[in-house]
């Protein structure tokens, strides 16, 4: 069975960090394209970073450019997102996605991605 499950979420005041971590299993996803999306309350999911099968190349949603860093180990089929100067509106359940048919390209719809997560909460407060 093949599956992708978050960790690391958790209540956190503005200005805080987190990281956080998926961990595949059922197969490896060191060929494939990684990304990361969050559903706040209320609003639809949106992209937030995406990742290369080497790691070579991110993309980032202009909301979260140079406060969040998404990377992977590929050894452990291990992807993170780390997020630094965490705001209110990061506020989310956040998704790790896996895209099978993507290796190279950096994949930013949803649609695009074959495996999900169940997701992980993170809560900022002001």
């Known amino acids: 069975q093949v599956r992708l499950v978050e960790s690391g979420g958790g209540l956190m005041q503005a200005g805080g960090s987190l990281r956080l971590s998926c961990a595949g299993s059922g197969r490896t996803f060191g060929n494939n394209g990684m990304g990361w999306f969050r559903q706040a309350p209320g609003k639809e999911r949106e992209f937030v970073a995406a990742i290369t099968w080497s790691g070579g190349n991110q993309y980032y949603a202009d909301s979260v450019k140079g406060r969040f860093t998404i990377s992977r180990d590929n050894s452990k089929n291990m992807v993170y997102l780390q997020m630094n100067s965490l705001k209110p509106e990061d506020t989310a359940v956040y998704y790790c996605?896996?895209?099978?048919?993507?290796?190279?390209?950096?994949?930013?719809?949803?649609?695009?991605?074959?495996?999900w997560g169940q997701g992980t909460q993170v809560t900022v407060s002001s």
């Open positions: 996605a896996a895209s099978i048919r993507y290796s190279d390209y950096l994949p930013r719809n949803g649609y695009e991605y074959d495996y």
